[in-house]
């Protein structure tokens, strides 16, 4: 080895690590995927950690959408995923769960339990099947008793009558209240939610928003969402990892949602300024991305993206 490689190596990667750099996409893991579920049995590093991610990996056929992939996610906290459309976010909550192979190590404390809120439901609609009956499927795998749906129907704000409905004359709002009710049912640990304000009109998304907030802390919940909203991200984020396409980041908001790492991540054009016009944007097709960007970090308020 040429002296002094040794050196420059781990010069290099405390530099990445106080930049936030969690992965830098070098290689594929030599790893073989595996089906397994997550390991919930090795220890973890810390005891405030409820979950860990080392060096995760995941591929279809030719395509790697996740990269030697790192994290970890604290007790009680609040972790946002974003990033552009295509580089593996929902992929990343179905592969925590266990339901796509992967290579790498993922571990979570003991006693996690995990409600799980998808981005759409393959359900149909016409079904003669009210918001009751759903949430009782649930019951019969969790063993809770039917009181429990009550209480889970009234934390969410959906009414005894809104229950009653039939699911296909739900509207988009109550539907996604029903979603959730049904991941909290069988009081979990962890909530993860895949994109949960989406296909619902603005004044909703700003009740289901408040709602979540509210749960998280009376239920002393630790959640994982997926968001493109990210005035949502920098107010009630505590951490948000930015997946790219060659880099991902992980930090707070302040650090992660800078000009410079938005546009290095989604692409995007510069100069515009957020404190003459809130809601000036630029339109980014094939992304999904309306980003308005200052010349220096800003507090908000940010346009969804």
């Excluded at 595996?34 to 409820?50: E, I, K, Q, V, Y």
């Excluded at 790192?70 to 592969?95: D, E, Q, W, Y």
Aim: net charge positive.
């Amino acid at each position: 080895m040429r002296p002094g490689a040794s050196a420059a190596r781990s010069g290099a990667k405390a530099k990445r690590r106080r930049r936030g750099v969690i992965s830098g996409w070098p290689r594929a893991s030599p790893r073989p995927a595996s089906a397994a579920w997550p390991n919930w049995r090795s220890p973890l590093n810390g005891p405030n950690t409820l979950l860990e991610v080392d060096q995760l990996s995941v591929r279809f056929g030719s395509t790697e959408l996740l990269r030697n992939l790192t994290f970890s996610v604290s007790h009680g906290s609040a972790l946002a995923i974003i990033g552009p459309n295509g580089v593996g976010k929902s992929v990343l909550l179905r592969t925590l769960v266990g339901s796509v192979p992967y290579s790498g190590v993922i571990r979570w404390a003991p006693g996690t339990r995990i409600g799980y809120v998808p981005q759409k439901l393959d359900l149909d609609r016409d079904i003669p099947m009210t918001g009751n009956d759903f949430a009782r499927a649930r019951l019969a795998l969790t063993g809770e008793s039917n009181a429990s749906t009550s209480r889970t129907f009234e934390l969410v704000g959906l009414s005894p009558q809104a229950a009653e409905q039939r699911i296909g004359t739900m509207s988009g709002g109550q539907f996604q209240r029903l979603l959730i009710a049904f991941a909290l049912v069988g009081r979990p640990t962890m909530l993860m939610l895949d994109e949960p304000t989406a296909r619902i009109d603005e004044p909703g998304q700003e009740q289901l928003t408040e709602l979540l907030q509210h749960l998280q802390q009376e239920q002393a919940l630790t959640s994982l969402s997926i968001s493109h909203d990210l005035s949502v991200v920098y107010h009630y984020a505590d951490q948000v990892l930015c997946l790219g396409r060659r880099k991902a980041y992980i930090g707070p908001p302040r650090e992660i949602l800078t000009p410079d790492l938005l546009q290095e991540i989604y692409g995007v054009m510069r100069g515009m300024s957020l404190a003459a016009d809130p809601l000036s944007h630029v339109a980014l097709p094939g992304i999904g991305l309306a980003l308005a960007l200052h010349s220096q970090p800003i507090s908000g308020p940010w346009p969804r993206c």
